[in-house]
């Protein structure tokens, strides 16, 4: 079973960027193509931005598009998640999420393996 740990979360300002990573277990990276989700107080936890297991297709959910970008590095085992341009509505809980496909996906349902999540709270 293949382990998810985010981090980089934490408290910024309207327009600031951050940066998530988050880091899979060794020996299972490869095998997923990994997303990220994100759910708000009282929301449903929607779509953010998925990377095939190659890297060369890339998805994003309409509210960040254009603003945030997915990557990875499969030499360190991890992907992240670069935003840019934050606005209030982003904060949410960040989950990292991994699928056993090589097709990328939005929904929730077909990711089999979640993160514990970090926060990210944008705020003035």
């Known amino acids: 079973q293949a382990l998810l740990t985010e981090s980089g979360g934490g408290l910024v300002k309207p327009g600031d960027s951050l940066t998530l990573s988050c880091e899979v277990s060794p020996g299972t990276f490869n095998l997923y193509v990994l997303g990220w989700f994100r759910q708000a107080p009282g929301k449903e936890r929607e779509f953010v931005a998925a990377?095939?297991?190659?890297?060369?297709?890339?998805e994003y959910g309409e509210p960040v598009e254009g603003r945030f970008g997915i990557r990875r590095d499969n030499a360190k085992e991890a992907v992240y998640l670069e935003m840019v341009a934050l606005k209030p509505e982003d904060t949410a809980v960040y989950y990292c999420?991994?699928?056993?496909?090589?097709?990328?996906?939005?929904?929730?349902?077909?990711?089999?393996?979640w993160g514990q999540g970090t926060q990210v709270t944008v705020s003035s």
């Open positions: 999420a991994a699928r056993r496909d090589y097709s990328i996906s939005r929904f929730r349902q077909d990711y089999v393996v």
């Open positions: 990377i095939s297991w190659g890297g060369g297709s890339k």
